[in-house]
């Protein structure tokens, strides 16, 4: 029954001149994820609108879920499109429309013509009279409300003409591609695939930074990651996953610094690693999944000694949030089933019993002291020895 759907879209945060960017950006999230779609699709941008046209046979479910994955979309709307053979075949048609959208309906309605194609017999107050009392006559239990109508019954007199009233929601947001890009440190906990969705969103291109320590840590945790970023990919798009080995370096803390204070270092040399690959891939800032208090290395303390390290700006989209609301969005994405598989992670296998609360800056600098020695020279090994998978 739809051959296409009007793609509404909210928010356009760069006004003026760069829309046409945004619109453009916009096009061209949606051909990639209908790419795997089945059916044949044909995006255009028309007088300020956005439409997927189908040919031939397509796989309506699957556009719909595949839609409902680009940012910048604030609705999807399936549109009826037919062919202008008179007035009398368009009242048939919507009426019928009507009939099979909503069987036995008490709503209320309103009809609301577009006369997009101005040479058409009759104007769009006609139109609204005569095919709302045409709609009248067949359903006798809807009634007409023009202020608050329950079913909105847009028609539009286009080349062809176009019917339409439901609006499927869409992720909202702004499309990727749009504002720069950004390198996210992706564990395989719940937290920070939501980061990076919600950073992406904003229309932001990330990369991603994971640490593993193997053999403490194994394939199988690693996979896992991997995982969390294909499904996190099927928002953002494309992900350069840089996988460091962060053994000898966890190590190296281990043997040189105070057991209470690993974990806060360890974050700190995971920081200074995740810029240069973001200086690599051209990243401008980094994502994080900290949330304020949810752990000892998120209190204030901890995070402004994690934070002190850092020549650039640290996005952490998650920082006001309660657990479950991050879990609530992770359900929604459909991250959290793989999140909670139990795989070690290497912050756990090296975590001490008491674990500072309240760094102090001073002294974690003076624990750091001990690894002068060695340390600039194994994070240079870390990042050249990282193996990069790109995941789509
Ligand atoms: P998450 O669910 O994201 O793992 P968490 O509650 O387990 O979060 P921490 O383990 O303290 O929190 O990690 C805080 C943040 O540090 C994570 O959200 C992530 O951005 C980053 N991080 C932690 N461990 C790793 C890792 N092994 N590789 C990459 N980033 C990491
Ligand atoms: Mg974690």
Redo the contacts with the bound molecule.
Sequence with gaps: MFKAFLIKYAEIGIKGKNRYLFEEALVNQIRYALRNVEGTFKVTREQGRIYVFTEGEFDYDETVEALKTVFGISGICPVVVLEDEGFEKLAGEVVSYVQHMYPDSHATFKVHARRARKTYPMDSMELNCELGGRILDVCPDMKVDVHKPEILLTVEIRKAIYVYSETIPGPGGMPVGTNGSAM????????????GYMIAKRGVKID??????PPY?SERAKQK?VDLAKLVARYSGPIRLHV?N?TEIQLYIYDQCPHDEL?IIM?RY?MKI?ESFAHQDGALGL?????IG??A??TIQSLACTNEVCTMPVFRP?IGFD?QE?VDIALKINTYET?ILPFE????IFVAKHPVTKPNLNIIKRSEKHLEEKIDEMMETAVSTAETIEVE
């Design positions: 996210l440190l992706l564990s395989g906990g719940i937290d920070s695939p939501v980061a991603a930074v994971y640490f593993h320590a840590t990651v460091v962060f974990t974050r995971m995740a994502i994080t999944g900290e949330s949810q752990v290395s998120q998650l657990k991050i999140s992670d290497c912050c756990t």
